[in-house]
């Protein structure tokens, strides 16, 4: 049976209910990353490292929440928790003492942190972490790197699939705030010596779509260090990485202290919220004063829904597990036997340009690069666009169909997002799916 009609098979119910989506969301999907064709599943409820679909399939899940999930779906405290906090109120309008113990906790992770703010998301931490960087240092430019992602904002929309062109609908002198460089050291240290309006340099640690296009930890290092050299912040996008690849995210690892540090994601637990925090200079610019200062110097911040009670209990007893660091060991170990299990599957039908690689608990794949390299061997030379895409426009519908049609669903078809909930049986099973789904992609001429 082909692999459409599998999966259409399988999926009959999902298909009626995105035929009803259509009609209410653009293209039925409330995320872009959730789009595909014929038509994305929908699923039904969720638990540890699985998820059921609306037809009873069971899924290995490596979205986990969009990485939200460190210690996978429905884990009973952080349910809990929830719950408790549910029934005494989900929004005070007030200030609570769960904010504070959350804060408390994220502070613990990174110790650096002086002072923090909570908002909405990831999306939001990022616009915010960039106002408060040009009014901290009175200078308009931030410097980011090609194929970075920091959110869908207007300020940082362009570059963050690689291409160097306005993004519909945002403003030319919007993008002419940024100055657009690849992830290379001269070309950071050569806008940083030509041009005297740089108020900060942005970037994800590990690398373009949490390590995609994999950066070393020397890489932010130097980074740090030319900051530090030319008076400008250093402003680390750990939305992904920041409790996951470390309690203290990559800046741990590396040795590295950002001005300010962009959370979300494992930071509410698989609830909405996001976090700038960083130096206590920077963030005094929240900070209420005199009727000039409030006028004139004073960022204003709001925002419905941060620090709400719910996202502040998922965090807390989330945090809790995560500064232990045991969850991210688990989880690490998971994600090198599946990269193990990927590449051993790939030299076994000598398919070359293709490998799995990814940094700590994340795994991607890269199938079909025209570079040719060897099966399941990573190279430096795969560009930028192949590392972003993963996989060939030909390849990458049949291959996400038959991961499903096989019981895995990986992050938007080429990623994974390893939770501590994960077992050594599902990275066997989930590597088993993957030689299968190679198998029938060859069977069927695609490959």
């Avoid at 692999?3 to 999902?14: E, T, V």
């Avoid at 995105?18 to 653009?26: K, Q, V």
């Avoid at 040009?134 to 904002?153: D, E, M, Q, V, Y």
């Amino acid at each position: 049976m082909r692999i459409d009609d599998h999966y259409r098979r399988r999926h009959p119910r999902s298909q009626e209910l995105y035929e009803h989506a259509r009609a209410l969301f653009p293209s039925g999907v409330t995320h872009d990353g959730r789009w595909m064709e014929p038509y994305p599943i929908t699923v039904e409820y969720a638990e540890g490292a699985y998820k059921w679909d609306v037809d009873g399939n069971r899924l290995i899940d490596y979205w986990q929440g969009h990485g939200a999930l460190l210690l996978g779906h429905a884990h009973p405290s952080v349910v809990q928790a929830i719950g408790q906090q549910a029934a005494r109120g989900t929004h005070f309008g007030a200030n609570s003492r769960f904010e504070i113990a959350w804060a408390e906790q994220v502070k613990r992770c990174f110790p650096h942190i002086e002072q923090l703010r909570f908002t909405g998301s990831g999306t939001e931490a990022t616009m915010l972490a960039i106002r408060l960087a040009r009014a901290f240092s009175g200078k308009p430019t931030i410097i980011r790197l090609l194929g970075h992602f920091h959110g869908w904002h207007d300020g940082l929309a362009g570059g963050s699939e690689g291409e160097t062109t306005t993004p519909a609908g945002v403003l030319p002198g919007v993008m002419a705030g940024t100055v657009l460089v690849p992830a290379d050291l001269a070309a950071i240290k050569q806008v940083m010596e030509t041009q005297d309006d740089v108020a900060a340099v942005i970037l994800e640690p590990s690398g373009a779509s949490y390590g995609a296009q994999p950066l070393p930890d020397s890489f932010i290092q130097s980074v740090r260090r030319l900051c530090t050299e030319h008076g400008l912040l250093l402003i680390c996008d750990e939305v992904v990485t920041g409790f996951r690849v470390a309690p203290g995210g990559v800046q741990e690892r590396a040795g590295v202290q950002a001005d300010l540090t962009c959370l979300a994601k494992i930071l509410a637990g698989g609830l909405p919220g996001g976090a700038v925090g960083g130096r206590a200079d920077i963030m005094h610019l929240l900070a209420f004063g005199d009727a000039a200062w409030n006028q004139q110097r004073k960022i204003r911040h709001q925002g419905t829904f941060n620090a709400n009670p719910l996202s502040a209990a998922a965090g807390i007893v989330t945090l809790e597990e995560a500064r232990t660091g045991a969850p991210q060991e688990r989880a690490t170990r998971s994600a090198s036997a599946l990269r193990d299990g990927f590449n051993a599957e790939l030299r076994a039908r000598s398919l070359r340009g293709c490998v799995a690689y990814g940094d700590g608990s994340i795994v991607h794949l890269v199938l079909g690069s025209p570079k040719a390299f060897p099966p399941g061997q990573w190279s430096d030379d795969i560009s930028l666009h192949d590392l972003k895409t993963g996989i060939p426009a030909h390849l990458r519908m049949p291959f996400r169909l038959a991961m499903l049609n096989y019981g895995v669903d990986l992050m938007r078809g080429r990623s994974a997002f390893v939770s501590a909930a994960h077992t050594s049986e599902d990275i066997s099973a989930t590597v088993r799916a993957f030689g299968a789904a190679l198998d029938i992609i060859k069977d069927e001429r695609r490959m």
